[in-house]
Nanobody, 118 residues
């Protein structure tokens, strides 16, 4: 079983920054891809960013490009999301996810709240 532990959420003013972390642990798991998703109140969960573990290739949703940066510390099985120039509409619960194959994400964290005040 894989456990994903997120941290780093909080309350920040618009224009500010936060860094989220997601640490993966467990027995004998493979890391193929990790990603960040978010869900705002009353809205569907949406993709934010993802990183391929083998070569660090990244993808982002358009609205966060140039503001958010996803990265990894492979030695610590940890993924980060540096969020700069935060906007009110970035307010959501942020979830990290892990895929051990090229298929769907199999494991999810518990979520961390990010609140941006306008």
């Amino acid at each position: 079983q894989v456990q994903l532990i997120e941290s780093g959420g909080g309350l920040v003013q618009a224009g500010g920054s936060l860094r989220l972390s997601c640490a993966a642990s467990g027995r004998s798991f493979s890391l193929y891809r990790m990603g960040w998703f978010r869900q705002a109140p009353g809205k569907e969960r949406e993709f934010v960013a993802a990183v391929m573990w083998s070569d660090s290739r990244t993808t982002y949703r358009d609205s966060v490009k140039g503001r958010f940066t996803i990265s990894t510390d492979n030695a610590r099985n940890t993924m980060y999301l540096q969020m700069n120039s935060l906007r009110f509409e970035d307010t959501a619960i942020y979830y990290c996810a892990l895929a051990s194959t090229a298929g769907a994400y199999e494991f999810w964290g518990q979520g961390t709240q990010v609140t941006v005040s306008s």
